[in-house]
């Protein structure tokens, strides 16, 4: 059973059009060299046709995984979410309680997570951490070093 992603409109258009990539240019180069691979012999000591074989199959497994991310994923509409806790696309401003160290993330579904633009995964420890938050609440974040205390600052939508 596969579970349900939730993506903002553009992270759904960028997964399909890497989908129609993988399909209308990726699949036919490994066609193609699959049959480059074939003309030059004997197959059953022909390493670049195995090779190509190979990497057909590893496309085709891609192809698989992102249909099924695909099936299962929905768009999330901003305006139903509740700004007074953190949930999926919330703007979450958050300050370690150690070092008084401020931070500020989005939490976003696992294929639009870039940490360097701010945006974790509601699935990292920080965003399992962080959701049903509220303003003025103390999140435990288990990390392999111990536990961090965050105190959530505040909630936003961008």
């Known amino acids: ?10 992270g759904l258009k960028k997964l399909r059009d890497e989908l129609r990539h ?12 699959i049959a480059e691979a074939r003309d030059k012999g004997d197959l059953s000591e022909n390493a670049e046709y195995d090779a190509a074989k190979e990497a057909q199959g590893m496309l085709e497994m891609k192809i ?11 768009v999330i509409d901003e305006s139903q979410l509740d700004n007074s806790k953190v949930l999926v696309l919330s703007t979450v401003r958050i300050k370690n309680q150690v070092n008084g160290m401020e931070m500020t993330y989005t939490l976003v579904a696992d294929g639009e ?4 633009s701010g945006k974790i995964s509601v699935n990292s420890p920080i965003g399992k951490g962080l959701l049903g ?4 609440d103390v999140a435990d974040i288990q990390v392999p070093n111990g536990i961090i205390k965050f105190d959530v600052l505040e ?4």
């Open 113 to 116: 997570a870039d940490l360097a």
């Open 64 to 74: 698989s995984k992102l249909e099924e991310v695909l099936a299962n994923a929905r």
């Open 155 to 158: 909630i936003t939508r961008e």
């Open 22 to 33: 993988l399909k209308d240019i990726e699949r036919p180069n490994a066609s193609q060299a």
């Open 133 to 136: 938050k509220e303003v003025g």
């Open 1 to 10: 059973m596969s579970k349900v992603s939730y993506y903002t409109p553009e």
